[in-house]
Nanobody, 114 residues
Framework: QVQLQESGPGLVRPSQTLSLTCTVSGASIAVNVYSWSWIRQPPGKGLEWIGYIDSSGSTTLDPAFESRTSISRGTSKNQFTLHLRSVTPEDTAVYYC??????WGQGTQVTVSS
């Protein structure tokens, strides 16, 4: 059974960098075929896809986020991390990590506020 768990700060100040880590168990993030993504849902809005990292470590980001976003990984810990720079209150959302098209984490609430 593949499991994903998001972790990171629940509260971030405006203009800071948000870093969230997804820890994966039951599957290796370095195995071919699968990609691993970050998605968020702002309050009262639909899901927003942020980007993904594939098994080789290459990333693809949504144009709406690519100027201030990066995704990195640590294969020894089987983790991948979202870095979202210069956050504003509009970045307040529940953030999810997933293995593209099947398994999801439970999500973590992030609030951007001073």
């Amino acid at each position: 059974q593949v499991q994903l768990q998001e972790s990171g700060p629940g509260l971030v100040r405006p203009s800071q960098t948000l870093s969230l880590t997804c820890t994966v168990s039951g599957a290796s993030i370095a195995v071919n075929v699968y990609s691993w993504s970050w998605i968020r849902q702002p309050p009262g809005k639909g899901l927003e896809w942020i980007g993904y990292i594939d098994s080789s470590g290459s990333t693809t980001l949504d144009p709406a986020f690519e100027s201030r976003t990066s995704i990195s990984r640590g294969t020894s810990k089987n983790q991948f991390t979202l870095h979202l720079r210069s956050v504003t209150p509009e970045d307040t959302a529940v953030y999810y990590c997933d293995r593209v098209a099947d398994f999801w984490g439970q999500g973590t609430q992030v609030t951007v506020s001073s």
